[in-house]
Every structure is written in structure tokens, then in C-alpha cells.
């Protein structure tokens, strides 16, 4: 009897639950809108070309061409199986800023195993990725912030050089084309009707330290064939746009593909602070695996924290 008195509070219990997700269709793709979104009234298609069209990730990290700030570098090189260090670099550097040059100081550095050749280079080009991120070895002056027309481009570009470039169209413009690549081609851009079958779009509300922020989820689908996994290279995405400016706050994803020229399996997060008006990253992370024809494959943990932004 006592059960039969719940039953009706089982089911609309039940119901309410069943109805937590909604879903829309933007461009022929349906997209899954959890309930606080739902009830929020979010324009979903102008959000998706926000999303599909995002510049600001990419900017964040051109500002640091125009700041003074201080990091601490934290770079791990590992051996294949990822459970021994075979050299590491542990560093506090500072960028400093005046009549529109840059150049940097290192301030306390440590090294162990071959972070470095005889000539004080790096042995490493997941290291060599790092430093034109976050060390200027030398004065650089001309430089600014703008994106339009500084996109990444592989043009007069070889080797090493090439495949660093393609390697920073990945990790900042996800989601969109990258010339040059063999076999990954147009696996990349999942906002493409192609690709974007492959895969599941989800849209969510929730704080991020402290900031409510939109959340856009990208998965591959579940139900996906053995050969349709075979195209996926974004396993996922995650993306928290701030409410009220549409600044990105965080992304987090995961990449992977093994075919030809190239071979990766890498997770990297990045979070991002304001300084005055300018949107900067202070802490991106990296682990996995690397690796390019004729190089050795790369196994590497690094983060990078960042501080005391000035101008």
C-alpha cells in the first residue's frame, strides 16, 4: 500500500527526469540542450556560429606578443612508456615590455637528463613547441595582438618548422581545417556537415571557478561504426564561454590520430584570466605523445602558469 501511495511521485519524478534534455536542429545537425539551457531561451544556432567561428581562444595567447608577465615552466620529457623521466626543465621566466619590443629574463632554471644539446638548444621539438609559445631567447619588436590576417599558415615553412606550425593550428584553432596534413585532411573541421555527423553537440550551463558560464560539448557518437571511428581525431571538447561577455574561461580536449606523417595521442587544458582588457592564458597544461616521420616519437608532460600580467 505504501508503495502503491508513492507511485505517482515515482512517476513524476520519472517524467521530469525524462524531460532534463531537450534537443534542436541548427544546419540539418541536432544538438542536445540540457534543462537549465532549455530554459535559459539560448539563441542555439547564433551560439554554434559563435562557437564555430571563435577567435578569442587564439587571441588570448597573441596578447602575450604585447605583455610583461612572469611564468613558471615546468617541462617533462618521458620515455615511451611514460612512466620514467628522462629530462626535465623546472624555470621561472619573465617577460618584459617596452616601446613595442619583448624580450625575456630568465630569472631561476633547472635542468636534468638532455633537455639540451651542446649549443644550449633544445632536444627536444615538443620543448622547441613550448618556448615559441612562452620564451622570447631574443629582443622581438614589431609585434602585435591582432588576429586578422596573423593566421597560422605553412607557407615558406619545411621540416621541423612546418610541422610546428600545423602543430599550433591544432591545439588553437580546433575544430577548424588544417592544410598540409596528410590523411587527417578534413577530419579536423567537425563543424563541416561531413564531419560533424561523426559526432554529438552538447550544450550546458554551469559556474566555472566562480564564472557562469555556457558549456559546448563535443563527443564523438556512440554508436559509431569501426570505420567511422577511424575519422575521429577530437575524442573531445569542452568549452566554458563566460555568460556575460563571451570570453572563453576554459577549454579542455583530447586529441589522438595514428596514420602517415603524423601520430598523436595528447590532452591539454588551458584556463584563462583578464588583465585589464586583454583576455590571457594562465595555465595551460599538456601531456601525451607526439610524434612526425623521421623524428622520434615524443612522450611530454608540460604546464605553464602565468602571473603578474603588465603593460
Not at 633547472?110 to 651542446?118: E, R
Not at 561504426?225 to 580536449?253: C, H, L, P, Q
Not at 588583465?275 to 611530454?300: D, F, I, M, Q, T
Request: net charge positive.
Amino acid at each position: 500500500m505504501k508503495l502503491l501511495a508513492l507511485l505517482p511521485a515515482i512517476l513524476f519524478c520519472t517524467g521530469a527526469w525524462a524531460q532534463q534534455d531537450s534537443s534542436v536542429t541548427v544546419n540539418k545537425k541536432s544538438v542536445t540542450l540540457k534543462e537549465v539551457v532549455v530554459r535559459s531561451n539560448l539563441n542555439v544556432p547564433a551560439f554554434i556560429d559563435r562557437v564555430k567561428e571563435d577567435t578569442t581562444f587564439y587571441k588570448a595567447f597573441r596578447n602575450l606578443k604585447v605583455l610583461g608577465y612572469t611564468a613558471l615552466n615546468d617541462i617533462r620529457m618521458l620515455e615511451k612508456k611514460g612512466d620514467v623521466v628522462k629530462a626535465t626543465l623546472n624555470s621561472r621566466t619573465q617577460q618584459l615590455v617596452k616601446d613595442n619590443c619583448r624580450w625575456m629574463k630568465v630569472l631561476e632554471e633547472k635542468t636534468t637528463g638532455d633537455m639540451y644539446d651542446k649549443d644550449h638548444n633544445f632536444n627536444y621539438y615538443t620543448a622547441n613547441l613550448y618556448a615559441g609559445l612562452f620564451f622570447a631567447r631574443d629582443t622581438v619588436c614589431g609585434e602585435t595582438n591582432i588576429v586578422k590576417g596573423h593566421e597560422f599558415n605553412t607557407q615558406n615553412k619545411s621540416g621541423i618548422e612546418k610541422h610546428k606550425e600545423q602543430l599550433k593550428m591544432l591545439f588553437f584553432n580546433p575544430g577548424k581545417k588544417i592544410p598540409g596534413i596528410p590523411f587527417i585532411g578534413n577530419k579536423i573541421a567537425v563543424f563541416d556537415e561531413e564531419v560533424s555527423k561523426l559526432y554529438d553537440y552538447i550544450i550546458d550551463m554551469n559556474t566555472f571557478q566562480g564564472q557562469m558560464c555556457y558549456i559546448f560539448k563535443l563527443l564523438p557518437r556512440a554508436d559509431l561504426s569501426s570505420g567511422e571511428k577511424d575519422k575521429i581525431v577530437i575524442n573531445e571538447m569542452t568549452t566554458w564561454f563566460n555568460i556575460d561577455n563571451w570570453d572563453i574561461v576554459a577549454r579542455n580536449y583530447d586529441l589522438s590520430y595514428s596514420a602517415g606523417v603524423y601520430r598523436f595521442d595528447v590532452h591539454m587544458e588551458a584556463e584563462m584570466t583578464k588583465y585589464k582588457e586583454y583576455l590571457v592564458p594562465k595555465v595551460l597544461r599538456y601531456n601525451g605523445s607526439w610524434g612526425v616521420v623521421l623524428k622520434k616519437r615524443e612522450n611530454a608532460v608540460f604546464t605553464a602558469t602565468l602571473f603578474d600580467f603588465n603593460k
